[in-house]
Structures are given as structure tokens and as C-alpha cells.
T-cell receptor, first 113, second 111 residues
Framework: KAGVTQTPRYLIKTRGQQVTLSCSPISGHRSVSWYQQTPGQGLQFLFEYFSETQRNKGNFPGRFSGRQFSNSRSEMNVSTLELGDSALYLC????????????FGNGTRLTVT | GQQLNQSPQSMFIQEGEDVSMNCTSSSIFNTWLWYKQDPGEGPVLLIALYKAGELTSNGRLTAQFGITRKDSFLNISASIPSDVGIYFCAGITGANSKLTFGKGITLSVRP
């Protein structure tokens, strides 16, 4: 069974640009969550999607948005990039039945210059 | 909000030694998870615990769900160099299955 796939693995953008990251969950998983990971802040929850609906949202500005498609694939978008948005963005999928654990992809490393 | 406390931030051990990591909270969790993250990769699920008092092993790893449901620990026995990485605990609670992560412990193993 293929794991969670994130593309691209690396991105370099300049301030003010926007970026779209993609995530394909494990087959059969309908929930997709996004996390931002930085050395100082650890893993910070961005949002969770289930059946194309945003179910939970973290404490991030509106520049961070996401969506989920009918095949459970998800994208997240960051507009008007700032230097502080440089981070590893991790996508995780789960079956979201009861307390099913998250399974993570290898992330997209975003560098904003 | 809910917080999971993992300390110390870094641990240094000698190859072959056992190591224990704790994760504590003032909140009750229904599920405890332990993840390991290698450099440049995403966290990988090591052990999932679903019941208070549950003790689960995965090879050289053993984890327990505290009976108060407010803590968990992970033991690694006979450490090897590839155990190096960041170990995160995570807890799930509530009807929304909200997941909370600790800040992680970076483990270094000296050969």
C-alpha cells in the first residue's frame, strides 16, 4: 500500500509570491491534515479535511488555505508569502474512525527568500 | 489549550543503553501515539495505545498508556545508531478526534 505522497519535496519562493502544495493520502483514507514544522515551534496544526469539508482549523492567518477533492487528494495554498513561512509542511492522512492515528508524508520543504 | 510536555529537549546516550521518554499532560487523552522523525522525512508511527494501562511493544520499543490517561512513556532498549531522531508523543481526545503533539525529544546515540 503506497504511503502519503507529497509534492513537490522542495520549493524556493520569494516574498509576496504564492505557493500550492499537494498531498495524496493513503488509499482508503478520507481525512487529510496539514501541519507546519519549524525548529522553534515544533508541529503546528494547520487544518483537517474530511469528505471535502474542512473539519478543524488551527491558528494560522487567512493566507493559509486548503481544499480536498472528491478522491481525497488535498492541496494547501499560501498566498503573499513571508520569510517566516519557511518551514517543512507535512500532510497526514487517516481513516478518521474513532481514534485512528495519522500517517505522515515526507513533507514539502518551503524556503522563502 | 491542551499541551503535551516532553522533556528534556535532547538526550544523549551510549549505544547499547536503554532510554526512557515521558510525555505528560494536565488533560486526559483517549489515545496516545508515539512517532519518530528522521532528518528530511516525515514522522513515522511507532506505537499506538488505545486503553489506559495498555503496554505495547514493537521490537525494542515499549510504550505504556498511563492509568490516569494523562501520561505515556516510551522505552527503547539496547539502543543502536539508527535510533537517532526526534521522538514525538501525540494524544487524541474529544469527539473531533483532535490530535495534540509534544515538541519532541531529539535522541543522539554515541557509538
Amino acid at each position: 500500500k503506497a504511503g502519503v505522497t507529497q509534492t513537490p519535496r522542495y520549493l524556493i519562493k520569494t516574498r509576496g509570491q504564492q505557493v500550492t502544495l499537494s498531498c495524496s493520502p493513503i488509499s482508503g483514507h478520507r481525512s487529510v491534515s496539514w501541519y507546519q514544522q519549524t525548529p522553534g515551534q515544533g508541529l503546528q496544526f494547520l487544518f483537517e479535511y474530511f469528505s471535502e469539508t474542512q473539519r478543524n482549523k488551527g491558528n494560522f492567518p487567512g493566507r493559509f488555505s486548503g481544499r480536498q477533492f472528491s478522491n481525497s487528494r488535498s492541496e494547501m495554498n499560501v498566498s503573499t508569502l513571508e520569510l517566516g513561512d519557511s518551514a517543512l509542511y507535512l500532510c497526514a492522512s487517516s481513516q478518521r474512525t474513532g481514534n485512528s492515528p495519522l500517517h505522515f508524508g515526507n513533507g514539502t520543504r518551503l524556503t522563502v527568500t | 489549550g491542551q499541551q503535551l510536555n516532553q522533556s528534556p529537549q535532547s538526550m544523549f546516550i551510549q549505544e547499547g543503553e536503554d532510554v526512557s521518554m515521558n510525555c505528560t499532560s494536565s488533560s486526559i487523552f483517549n489515545t496516545w501515539l508515539w512517532y519518530k522523525q528522521d532528518p528530511g522525512e516525515g514522522p513515522v508511527l511507532l506505537i499506538a495505545l488505545y486503553k489506559a494501562g495498555e503496554l505495547t511493544s514493537n521490537g525494542r520499543l515499549t510504550a505504556q498508556f498511563g492509568i490516569t490517561r494523562k501520561d505515556s512513556f516510551l522505552n527503547i532498549s539496547a539502543s543502536i545508531p539508527s535510533d537517532v531522531g526526534i521522538y514525538f508523543c501525540a494524544g487524541i481526545t474529544g469527539a473531533n478526534s483532535k490530535l495534540t503533539f509534544g515538541k519532541g525529544i531529539t535522541l543522539s546515540v554515541r557509538p
